[in-house]
Every structure is written in C-alpha cells, then in structure tokens.
C-alpha cells in the first residue's frame, strides 16, 4: 500500500481527504437533481459498482434502496476465490479472510452398501485445486460483505453512502439526448418515517439496475428473465445445532437411498452451519409457496438424511425454501435490436442472470458483473473512451452468465436426482458427483471465465509467449520479489481497482542493464514516442501511471541487479513533490519462479496488457510496439482534460 505521495498525512491511510469540489459529497439525505451515474439497489452488485466509482472524484454517483437500511442478515454466503482476487483490488480480503470459514475440503456420502437406510462416507477431495488461486474459498454472510463494500465507499473523497427507503416507481430514456447531457428520468417514491408520500425525480446519464430478480429497472426497460425450473423445492436452513456426524465442520454433500439429499455449508465462527434440504418435487407450475413448509419440516427432512447420526437443532438463525430455476435476460442493457446507440440503462446480477444457490454462483457473478462495467462507465464519464466502450458490457456478462447457468443446470440436476439403483438405471451414481464437482471447480471457483476476442481482447497470435496468461482470462497472480527492497509479494496484488491498466513487461535472458536491452527499447518508447500510450492518453497534470500502470519484471535475481542501471522509465516522478515510486519493479520467487510457473518464454520475454478488472487482454513480444499502441487506440481517446 502506497500513501504520502503528497505529503504526510496522519491516521488511517484507507481513508481518501475529503473532496472540495462543490456538490460531490454523498453521504447526505437529499438527492440531487442530477447524476452521472444512479444505481438502484444495494445488493452486492449495487455495492461492487458503487465501490469502484468512489474512486473517481470527479463522477458524482448515488446508491438507492428500497429498504430502511444496511442488510443485517444476507442468504448469499460462498465467496469464491475469484471474488477474492477481486476483494483485495478493494482493499478488503484480508479482514474477510480473517474472519471468514475457509472451505478446505469436502466429503461425500451415500447409502451405505451394507445398510443402505443408513450412510457413509464414499470420498474426500480438496475444495480447491493447487494453484488455482493464492486466496481460498470462504464462506461469510452477505451482510458483512456488504459491511467491507460500504466502509470503502465511506472512505472515499465523496463519503458515498446509500439512500435508503427509496422505491424506483418510473424510468424514462430520452434516446435522442447527446451523451454530455442527463437522458435517463428516474422517479423515486420516498418511504422513511417523515417522508412518506414524498417522491424525487433524478435525472441520471446512466443508470444501473441491481434491484434483483424481481427488477424495477429490468421491468422498466421491457425485458424479462426467461428459462425453465427444475420443479424441484429445497429448504435451506442456518442452525447451531448438537450432532455425533463427524463431518459437520466440512463442506458436506450426503445423499441417502430414498430420503433426498442435503449440502451441508459450515459458517464463520465455527459453531453455525448451513444445511440445504431436498424436498418433495413439485408438480409442474407448482410454486413452492403453496406447500406452506415449515422450519420442522426441514430439519425432520434433514434428520432423515442423516440417518443415523443424530441432529438435534437448537437454534435457527435463518431459513427458507426456494424452487430450483436458472433463467437469464437476452440483453443486459436497453440498447434493441437494430438501434445504433449507445446505452444508458442496464442491469446487473440476479436483475439479469439467476442460479441455484448449491453452486454458489449468484453472489460471486453478480459482482463480476458490475466489477467489468464500473471502470468502463468511469472511462466513458471522464472522457477516456467513448460511449461505444458500454457496449461490450452487455456482450461480455451476458455469455458468461449462459455458460454459468449452463453448468449450474446440470449440478443442479445431479444433486436432485434420484440415486441408481437395480430398480433405477437411470438415475446419479454418487462418484458420478464427486467426479463433476472435481472437474469442474473451476467454475465453482469463478477462475473459468473467458471473453472472447474483441476490442477489448486479442487473438492467439502471440499467446505462445506466455500460456497461463491466457487472452480473455483473469490475470492469475504469482509470487514475486520487489526489486527496491526485496519484498516478497504477489504480482497481482499490484491491480487494484482504481480503473488503470496495467502493462507488465517480462524481460527477456538479455541483461536488463545492458542500454540495448528490449526492455530498455520498451521504456523508451513508452516514454517518448509520440505513439505511445502512455503519452497519448496521460494529460500533463497527471501523474504518468494515471491510465497505464508499467512494471516490470526480470529474471534475474534482486541481489543481482543494479537498480541504478534499470531504465528510469520504471522509477517514474510522481506527486507534487516529484517523488519516485519504488514499485515497478520485480525479480522471481527463488521458490516460485513466475517465469516457469505461467510457461513466459525466458529468451524472448512478453508483455502483459491487462485490464482495470483484472482480465488480460493481450499477450505482445516486447518489441511490438506499434501493435500496443494499436490496442490502444482502439480503446482509449486522446486528448484527456
């Protein structure tokens, strides 16, 4: 963490100094009469979005919610290890981590064969493949996510915080308006104690909908969430509870003989325990409200699954009961078909993609979602790209939620069917589970992710260079050592999300002192040819890492280089003081090498380009220059105030 930069400054170093622009702090009861951005709903998209856009002084954003207040008690608990990757860009994963439940590994059970009413343990994998992440699955309430999520904004310039009791009862889209002007009119019904009846009407360039699956915003717009239920119920209950079954503080997936089956989900603090409970299969259009199931009749379900380890519940924290569906929105904007225009409305999360909650997908995608569009909504807002960026939001999240619900479909079908049997042929063999959930972690995990080639994205032609950073993929962290004072640290940390880019560029086996170096050609390019990026879309009075973030990393060891001889490109002048960042710079883990770890080709070396939300764009040698500042072009507009 780097801080100072402008002068001393004493106390919590999270906490940005207040803004003096007029008008922009948020953290009062009054809306304004215009935003550039309004989102509707505090739910962990909502949050996600509303987080990264505190970074940006200059973008004045408002959060509304139904509600009266912050969640206390949220039904979405699994974080990913994705999501982790992606927490700590917000400064936050430690404190989760510390007190979160982490999911090492997880147990399978089934009839047993000697007596089959009863059940036993069939296998024991590792939650989470070596390697796959330097951040675990966890498991922690919704409600202090949303807690981390709003201290950020908190600290922010603008002290963003929520306005609460505030229900959206009208959006109207002017497509006509230019995009400097506020084409979006949203009308809010005021619902506090003293301001009933009252409403306020907030005239926004863009405005998102993270109002969930019974979306307001989505409503507006005229699309609609369509797919299919399994009409299959479950019961999902959190309990401290007393039992003699040993695996009660494992993530636990027990299928019976003919009672159903149960995932038992261990919480934080190490007494609670989430157990999602099959119930009886609905008839077609059943809803699963007219059953009127009871909390007994979960834990009695429960209890028979169990047989015969005994579960005796003591106190219910929380439960409901859900129907099995996965269902998704055919746009995520309000862009329709055949109209040339930029949007200015969409929709994130649950609002536009729902799951099964047994994957544990539907919170970790949901902050995906808005994680990919806040830094473009920021890029467009201060003049970076153009509107035609926000097009790719809606194109990106849109595939990635078909594959997800795709896979969460068929999960879902294995852990509701019928277990085979001589009676059955046809039905799931418990190894058959064990099996996908072994294969496909890394869905589970939320690490399997691809955009395809696009604007955004390059092609194959030079992935060779390095292979575990594939094109379209999040930028897998590995260990490394900062060269200016030898501390060990993951190269991934280094992207946080403040909506840069980033640029990392592995050297080569030349001597990275040598004036001829590639590296060196790089630098130099980056620092003073006219096409360079870093020149053409850094105005003077920023500092010159504001859009494109460069660090580089040698092969050789810390010990063996002079950090006087590296080019000064890499210990750039930052601040109103001219200080120099020391953190540019990085040599190989002696145990965990990142130029064997991620296949990067040792003789010619590669660049790196990754985006603001930690996806790799492209792979380049090190000589192309002309085809990064190509990239670039693409992407980014000149001449930033």
Same mark, same amino acid.
């Given at each position: 963490?780097?801080?100072?930069?402008?002068?001393?400054?004493?106390?919590?170093?999270?906490?940005?100094?207040?803004?003096?622009? *007029?008008?922009?702090?948020?953290?009062?009861?009054?809306?304004?009469?215009?935003?550039?951005?309004?989102?509707?709903?505090?739910?962990?998209?909502?949050?996600?979005?509303?987080?990264? %856009?505190?970074?940006?002084?200059?973008?004045?954003?408002?959060?509304?919610?139904?509600?009266?207040?912050?969640?206390?008690?949220?039904?979405?608990?699994?974080?990913?290890?994705?999501?982790?990757?992606?927490?700590?860009?917000?400064?936050?994963?430690?404190?989760?981590?510390?007190?979160?439940?982490?999911?090492?590994?997880?147990?399978?059970?089934?009839?047993?064969?000697?007596?089959?009413?009863?059940?036993?343990?069939? !296998?024991?994998?590792? =939650?989470?493949?070596?390697?796959?992440?330097?951040?675990?699955?966890?498991? %922690?309430?919704?409600?202090?996510?949303?807690?981390?999520?709003?201290? #950020?904004?908190?600290?922010?310039?603008?002290?963003?915080?929520?306005?609460?009791?505030?229900?959206?009862?009208?959006?109207?889209?002017?497509?006509?308006?230019?995009?400097?002007?506020?084409?979006?009119?949203?009308?809010?019904?005021?619902? !506090?104690?003293?301001?009933?009846?009252?409403?306020?009407?907030?005239?926004?360039?863009?405005?998102?909908?993270?109002?969930?699956?019974?979306?307001?915003?989505?409503?507006?717009?005229?699309?609609?969430?369509?797919?299919?239920?399994?009409?299959?119920?479950?019961? #999902?209950?959190?309990? %401290?509870?007393? *039992?003699?079954?040993?695996?009660?503080?494992?993530?636990?997936?027990?299928?019976?003989?003919?009672?159903?089956?149960?995932?038992?989900?261990?919480?934080?603090?190490?007494?609670?325990?989430?157990?999602?409970?099959?119930?009886?299969?609905?008839?077609?259009?059943?809803?699963?409200?007219?059953?009127?199931?009871?909390?007994?009749?979960?834990?009695?379900?429960?209890?028979?699954?169990?047989?015969?380890?005994?579960?005796?519940?003591?106190?219910?924290?929380?439960?409901?009961?859900?129907?099995?569906?996965?269902?998704?929105?055919?746009?995520?904007?309000?862009?329709?078909?055949?109209?040339?225009?930029?949007?200015?409305?969409?929709?994130?999360?649950?609002?536009?993609? *729902?799951?099964?909650?047994?994957?544990?997908?539907?919170?970790?995608?949901?902050?995906?979602?808005?994680?990919?569009?806040?830094?473009?909504?920021?890029?467009?807002?201060?003049?970076?790209?153009?509107?035609?960026?926000?097009?790719?939001?809606?194109?990106?999240?849109?595939? *990635?939620?078909?594959?997800?619900?795709?896979?969460?479909?068929?999960?879902?079908?294995? %852990?509701?069917?019928?277990?085979?049997?001589?009676?059955?042929?046809? !039905?799931?063999?418990?190894? =058959?589970?064990?099996?996908?959930?072994?294969?496909?972690?890394?869905?589970?995990?939320?690490?399997?992710?691809?955009?395809?080639?696009?604007?955004?994205?390059?092609?194959?032609?030079?992935?060779?260079?390095?292979?575990?950073?594939?094109?379209?993929?999040?930028?897998?962290?590995?260990?490394?050592?900062?060269?200016?004072?030898?501390?060990?640290?993951?190269?991934?940390?280094?992207?946080?999300?403040?909506?840069?880019?980033?640029?990392?560029?592995?050297?080569?086996?030349?001597?990275?002192?040598?004036?001829?170096?590639?590296?060196?050609?790089?630098?130099?390019?980056?620092?003073?040819?006219?096409?360079?990026?870093?020149?053409?879309?850094?105005?003077?009075?920023?500092?010159?890492?504001?859009?494109?973030?460069?660090?580089?990393?040698?092969?050789?060891?810390?010990?063996?280089?002079?950090?006087?001889?590296?080019?000064?490109?890499?210990?750039?002048?930052?601040?109103?003081?001219?200080?120099?960042?020391?953190?540019?710079?990085?040599?190989? =883990?002696?145990?965990?090498?990142?130029? =064997?770890?991620?296949?990067?080709?040792?003789?010619?070396?590669?660049?790196?380009?990754?985006?603001?939300?930690?996806?790799?764009?492209?792979?380049?040698?090190?000589?192309?220059?002309?085809?990064?500042?190509?990239?670039?072009?693409?992407?980014?507009?000149?001449?930033?105030?």
């Amino acid at each position: 963490m780097q801080f100072h930069l402008n002068g001393f400054k004493a106390g919590d170093p999270e906490t940005s100094a207040q803004t003096g622009i *007029t008008g922009m702090l948020a953290n009062n009861d009054d809306l304004p009469e215009t935003v550039d951005v309004l989102i509707v709903g505090c739910g962990p998209a909502g949050l996600t979005l509303a987080a990264q %856009l505190s970074a940006f002084t200059g973008i004045r954003t408002r959060i509304v919610e139904q509600k009266a207040g912050p969640l206390e008690l949220g039904q979405a608990d699994g974080v990913a290890c994705r999501t982790m990757e992606m927490f700590h860009a917000f400064g936050f994963s430690e404190k989760l981590m510390k007190e979160a439940y982490w999911v090492n590994e997880t147990t399978f059970w089934k009839p047993d064969p000697d007596r089959p009413a009863n059940i036993t343990r069939s !296998g024991r994998v590792q =939650d989470v493949e070596d390697g796959l992440s330097e951040f675990p699955h966890v498991i %922690l309430n919704q409600a202090r996510v949303h807690d981390f999520y709003l201290d #950020v904004m908190r600290k922010s310039a603008n002290r963003l915080e929520p306005n609460y009791s505030r229900h959206m009862a009208g959006l109207e889209v002017d497509t006509s308006a230019s995009a400097d002007e506020y084409p979006v009119t949203v009308r809010l019904e005021r619902t !506090g104690a003293g301001h009933e009846g009252k409403t306020e009407t907030v005239r926004a360039k863009y405005v998102v909908g993270c109002d969930g699956a019974r979306s307001t915003v989505r409503k507006a717009l005229g699309r609609e969430l369509t797919g299919d239920s399994a009409n299959q119920a479950w019961g #999902v209950m959190d309990v %401290l509870a007393v *039992t003699d079954f040993p695996d009660i503080r494992f993530k636990a997936l027990v299928q019976s003989k003919s009672e159903g089956s149960i995932l038992i989900i261990p919480r934080e603090g190490g007494y609670l325990v989430r157990i999602y409970v099959e119930l009886d299969k609905l008839n077609e259009n059943e809803r699963v409200a007219g059953r009127n199931i009871s909390i007994d009749q979960l834990i009695a379900a429960a209890q028979r699954i169990l047989h015969p380890y005994a579960l005796d519940v003591k106190d219910v924290a929380w439960w409901s009961v859900y129907e099995i569906g996965q269902r998704l929105c055919d746009r995520f904007d309000d862009v329709a078909d055949g109209e040339d225009r930029p949007p200015h409305v969409f929709i994130a999360g649950d609002a536009c993609h *729902t799951h099964s909650p047994k994957a544990g997908q539907g919170m970790n995608v949901s902050m995906q979602d808005t994680f990919n569009l806040g830094w473009k909504l920021a890029h467009v807002l201060l003049g970076r790209s153009s509107p035609a960026l926000l097009h790719s939001y809606s194109e990106e999240r849109q595939e *990635t939620a078909r594959t997800l619900i795709e896979f969460d479909r068929e999960w879902s079908r294995m %852990l509701s069917a019928p277990l085979k049997s001589e009676g059955n042929p046809d !039905g799931v063999d418990p190894e =058959d589970v064990r099996r996908h959930f072994v294969e496909h972690g890394r869905y589970t995990a939320g690490t399997a992710t691809r955009y395809r080639p696009s604007v955004l994205t390059g092609g194959p032609d030079h992935q060779h260079l390095a292979t575990g950073f594939p094109a379209g993929m999040r930028f897998h962290s590995a260990p490394a050592i900062r060269l200016a004072d030898a501390k060990p640290v993951h190269l991934g940390h280094t992207v946080k999300a403040d909506g840069r880019w980033r640029l990392f560029a592995f050297a080569g086996a030349e001597d990275p002192m040598a004036e001829n170096a590639m590296i060196h050609r790089l630098c130099t390019f980056l620092e003073t040819a006219p096409a360079s990026p870093v020149r053409r879309y850094t105005s003077e009075s920023e500092d010159i890492d504001a859009v494109l973030d460069v660090r580089a990393v040698f092969q050789q060891s810390h010990r063996d280089l002079d950090l006087s001889r590296l080019p000064a490109f890499l210990l750039p002048a930052k601040g109103r003081y001219g200080l120099r960042d020391y953190e540019k710079m990085f040599c190989p =883990d002696p145990v965990s090498d990142i130029f =064997d770890m991620r296949d990067i080709d040792r003789t010619s070396g590669c660049m790196v380009v990754v985006r603001p939300d930690q996806y790799v764009s492209l792979v380049l040698p090190l000589e192309a220059h002309a085809e990064l500042a190509e990239f670039f072009d693409r992407v980014l507009l000149s001449g930033v105030n």
